[in-house]
Nanobody, 127 residues
């Protein structure tokens, strides 16, 4: 069973930066699609970014040019570098994995067999 453990959340002022990390373990075959989604209370999940095993990347429009997703295969670690943070980026951020070739941030917003997520890390941006 795939396990994902996030770290790196916190509180920051608008315009600041944070880097989230996620260690991926417990897999037999590394998930084809990994990435991040976020969620605020009483709202739906929002896919943020995805990256495939061969490093094809997709971002949700609202974070393009500000967030960068990357992975270190040797460390089994996924990253999300978040710059120029805005108050509307405040959310619980989850690392996610999906066994699907249809890789995009939206795939993490659905609860489907083959999808996994971590426990989440809170990001709070004050204006």
């Amino acid at each position: 069973q795939v396990q994902l453990v996030e770290s790196g959340g916190g509180s920051v002022q608008a315009g600041g930066s944070l880097r989230l990390s996620c260690v991926v373990s417990g897999y037999t075959n590394y998930p084809y699609c990994v990435g991040w989604f976020r969620q605020v209370p009483e709202s739906e999940r929002e896919g943020v970014a995805s990256i495939t095993r061969d490093s094809r990347i997709i971002y949700v429009e609202s974070v393009k040019g500000r967030f960068t997703i990357s992975k270190d295969n040797a460390k089994n670690t996924l990253y999300l570098q978040m710059n120029s943070l805005k108050a509307e980026d405040t959310a619980m951020y989850y690392c996610a994995a999906a066994y699907t070739s249809a890789c995009s941030p939206n795939i993490f917003t659905t609860r489907r067999p083959g999808n996994y997520r971590g426990q989440g890390t809170q990001v709070t941006v004050s204006s």
